[in-house]
């Protein structure tokens, strides 16, 4: 098996708190990400694609596809907008990094082929990030 990985990149606004919980406990748990004017990170998303390689094409995957799949489903839905107001997954669910790379793989794996296994690593900054693979 070998896994090819596609790098992307959106940015996004976000807050992360629980309207049933009081400011000051928000701020407790959450910190800065808890703001309630809202603040911007610069998204890195690589997403992982493992499988057998074709013999006829000698590709796991084309990679086109897959950067044009990332932009339709992730990029176009979540770049320069604002998470919780604007992304419909984000209603119901705080968008921290753990939920936005389990929104993303489940946005993403309806559209690959079901033999392939699908990771995706996003970073919310630089030092922190997250991997989910289902
Ligand atoms: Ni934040």
Redesign the pocket.
């Known amino acids: 098996m070998v896994t090819i990985s596609r790098k992307s990149h959106f940015n996004a606004a976000?807050r992360?708190y629980r309207k049933d919980w009081s400011d000051q406990k928000n701020e407790n748990i959450f910190g800065?990400?808890s703001n309630p004017y809202f603040?911007g990170?610069n998204y890195e998303l690589i997403v992982h694609v493992t499988g057998d390689v074709d013999p006829e094409t000698g590709y796991v995957m084309d990679m086109k596809i897959l950067k044009d799949l990332i932009k339709a489903e992730v990029e176009d839905k979540m770049d320069h907008k604002n998470l919780n107001e604007e992304v419909q997954e984000f209603q119901s669910k705080i968008p921290t990094a753990e939920n936005i790379a389990i929104v993303i793989y489940d946005l993403l794996k309806p559209h690959m082929n079901p033999r392939h296994k699908l990771a995706v690593t996003l970073y919310?900054t630089p030092r922190n990030y997250v991997s989910y693979s289902g």
Do not use: D, R, T, Y
Request: proline share 0%; with cysteine.
């Open positions: 976000h992360l800065k990400c603040h990170h919310e």
